[in-house]
Structure formats: C-alpha cells, structure tokens
C-alpha cells in the first residue's frame, strides 16, 4: 500500500492559495480572504449606491416649521429592497433640521415601527426639537426602491418630542447614486 506524499499535499494546498491569492471572488461577488485579511472595497450587493439625496419637512402643532433639508449624509447604508437601511439628511446651509431613516428597505406604505423608525430634527424658536417615530405614528410610503434610488414620503400625526411638543409632520425625501 502506497502512503500519501506529504510534500506533494503541501505543494497543491500552496499553489491553490496562490493562484487565489487570498482576494479572489468565486462569481458571486464576494471576496475571499485569509484570516485577518481586511476587504478592499465595498462588496457588492452589500449596500446601495445612493450617495446624494434631499428631503422636505412640514412640521404643524406646538411648534410650525417648514424645511429643505439638501444633503444625504455619508455613510449611506442602503440595500434596495427587500434589505435595509440607515439614511439621514441634513440642512448643512441653515442648522439643526434633520431627517433620518432606519429599517427594512420595501416598497409601498408602511407604519413606523420597533424596526422601521423615523427621526425628524427642527430649529424652533425653542430650541431643537426632535421627534422620534418607532409607534405608528407616522406612516412611509416608498415609491422606488432599487440599486440607485430611493424615494418616497411620510405622514406623522400626534408626534411627540421627550419635551412634550406634539406636533403633526409630512415631507418627501430622495436618495440616488
């Protein structure tokens, strides 16, 4: 009975790890690394290419503010549909005014949730307020969703900051790459 050539295994194992060279992607877009090897680039499919975008809010109650709000903020975490999301716009001209979204990415309408959540930020002559929606009380509705754009509106009723102010919202936002 013949016994394995330890050195011929040693020999393939190291020519196969070299022609790989720790880096390579086997066709679905993921790279293959050794251990402590860190990635180059974003993997595909990982995130979205939304890197720029623009909201509106309309804020009514205790507090009246109206606002455009021109810039997405990076990092932009966005996956299409059916993924996630953490996307926040900010007013980089005029303040503090601010709309952030966090959840599962979807098309349609949905209400706010533990897992879907809306945050809106004002300047008001009382100072900064902001409104936090993870109850239903707002409702979002996605009109695109895809690699490179994400659009849509939202609705609030009776939201309330931890100051008391309750107020009632709505708006638009828009994220592209």
Not at 16 to 39: D, E, F, I, M, R
Not at 72 to 88: I, N, T
Not at 159 to 168: E, N, R, Y
């Amino acid at each position: 009975m013949r016994r394995p050539r330890p050195a011929l295994a040693v020999v393939v194992l190291a020519l196969a790890l070299a022609a790989c060279n720790g880096n390579t992607s086997h066709g679905n877009g993921l790279q293959v690394l050794s251990p402590g090897q860190l990635p180059t680039g974003r993997p595909a499919g990982a995130t979205g290419n939304v890197d720029r975008g623009n909201a509106t809010v309309m804020v009514t109650g205790d507090v009246d503010v109206s606002s455009s709000i021109d810039q997405l903020q990076g990092p932009a975490v966005y996956s299409a549909a059916p993924g996630g999301m953490a996307l926040e716009w900010n007013d980089v001209q005029h303040g503090p005014d601010a709309l952030a979204l966090s959840g599962p990415t979807f098309k349609g309408t949905r209400s706010t949730s533990a897992a879907l959540r809306l945050q809106i930020t004002v300047g008001a002559p009382v100072g900064t307020l902001t409104f936090d929606s993870q109850a239903g009380e707002c409702r979002i509705t996605v009109t695109k969703s895809d690699a490179h754009t994400f659009d849509g509106s939202f609705a609030c009723s009776a939201l309330q900051d931890i100051g008391g102010h309750t107020v009632d919202a709505n708006g638009t936002f828009t994220a592209s790459g």
